[in-house]
């Protein structure tokens, strides 16, 4: 009977400590969950934040002036709109194989031509960050010549995205980027992105900072539509380490600006299809708040993986584009990174408005207690 007692009070007394060195974030409890080294991290306080929303930053009115052509045509205006269109659709059977064989156009987009030509936006207001360091879009090393837009706060900012995608009914406000895809991404675990913000001695204005990114693996608690739960355990899932990544920041005015990450690469579900992003000199600019923050999630988005995203989902369908189209404008509106022998650009410039709430991200308790706890049994009913 002693024995027993005394077995179960080990058993309990491990679990305490078990609880408490998951809720700990303190290095000296915590053993490291990724391959890849974190930030430093510096005395101060750490602020976890969770992302419930990750959408393009694209300017819109009501009126939509910034498309005065209209919205893109979508894969069956296109089809209908050629002179061989009912004879192409009974021969192949579906609106988005236009190629002079029946290929269809979110996979050999470049064997497609769109009869009805792309519409282009028209606005000189735009969101996102300056990603290239000048105020008139002239061509440097790591980007290829291209128009500014100007922020509403009179800022000349990059998002080269906004003038392929402004015009199309999916991606705007009341399109199915946020009623399907941002659906996906409230509910699955999958795409989730902590920011773990270190060495915090001053919310309002604090010089240096350690940000760490990490991949979730827990969902999110929603208390109300597009309102969430903060302050609640998001672990990291450190079984992709190659999804953590870190970065020197600042805090301004309460508003978190991190250096440049070389390469970020991102899980993520479009339109159910498990994907990956990959951002280059990826920069976060988050304002924070008591209980989360927002703001953007902006650099060059890579356009080979951009586009393996498109071409694995029917989205052309719901969105009402072409993908032909689209593929066409994100090449030709590429402003990042040239290709040393063609000097044509391999990536375009991407801004992303981000909603996140605070969060309690836990670090792994030390190694050696389990497997102390493994190997002599110790703490087991």
Known sequence: ??????????????????????????LSLAAPAMSQPESPRPSGRTIG??????????YETPSKAECPAGLQAGEEEQMRARKDGDEQLRRFGSYDARGPNGEASRFLAWRVEDPIPFRELQTKVGYGLNLDGTPDGRATAKSCKHEKFTSPEGEAVDNQMARVLGCVAGWRSDGFNTGFIAVEFHNLATNRVLVEITGVDSETNDPDV??????????????APDKYVPFLIQRIDDRFPRYTHTAHGRIV???????????????????????????????????????????????????KYWWNMHGKGAAAAVGKFSQAGVYRAAHRYADGFPDPATGQCTAISTSYKVEAVRAMIPHPVAKALQTRVAATGEGRY
């Open 253 to 303: 005015d309460g508003v978190l600006i991190t250096d440049p990450i070389p390469v970020a690469d991102f899980p993520g579900i479009w339109v159910n299809v498990p994907v990956e992003h990959r951002m280059k000199d990826l920069r976060l600019r988050l304002k924070l708040t008591d209980t989360g923050a927002s703001g953007f999630f902006a650099g060059y988005e890579d356009l």
């Open 1 to 26: 009977m002693r024995e027993s007692q005394r077995r179960s009070g080990i058993a309990r007394n491990l679990i305490r400590i078990l609880c408490i060195g998951a809720m700990a974030t303190p």
């Open 49 to 58: 934040l969770v992302l419930t929303s990750w959408t393009h930053a694209l």
């Open 210 to 223: 350690g940000v760490n990114i990490y991949k979730g693996r827990d969902k999110l608690v929603a208390s």
